[in-house]
């Protein structure tokens, strides 16, 4: 049974930092793109960022840029989200996501697998 487990979540005043991380077990994401979204109450989930299944591409969204970076390490089949300057409107639940593609893509429907969720609360 594939899970990706999310942790490092929590409640950060604006300006501070938090660093995510994607834990997979069941089968091996090694080869596969990864994702971040995140979905705030009342909105639809949004991408963050990918990043490719070797790592040596990775972008994120234009509302975090600049202040979010993605990376991963494969020999522990993790992948991380790092936020800093954070910010009140980024307050939101984080979901780790894996696809079955090379490179990551913004779209909810090209990630099979998904986390429970990380709630990450700003407070300003």
């Known amino acids: 049974q594939v899970q990706l487990v999310e942790s490092g979540g929590g409640l950060v005043q604006a300006g501070g930092s938090l660093r995510l991380s994607c834990a997979s077990s069941?089968?091996?994401?090694?080869?596969?793109?990864m994702g971040w979204f995140r979905q705030a109450p009342g909105k639809e989930r949004e991408f963050v960022g990918g990043i490719s299944g070797s790592g040596g591409t990775a972008d994120v969204a234009d509302s975090v840029k600049g202040r979010f970076t993605i990376s991963r390490d494969n020999a522990k089949n993790t992948v991380y989200l790092q936020m800093n300057s954070l910010k009140p409107e980024d307050t939101a639940v984080y979901y780790c996501?894996?696809?079955?593609?090379?490179?990551?893509?913004?779209?909810?429907?090209?990630?099979?697998?998904w986390g429970q969720g990380a709630q990450v609360t700003v407070s300003s």
């Open positions: 069941g089968r091996t994401f090694n080869n596969y793109a």
């Open positions: 996501a894996g696809s079955l593609r090379w490179s990551s893509t913004s779209y909810k429907k090209d990630y099979p697998y």
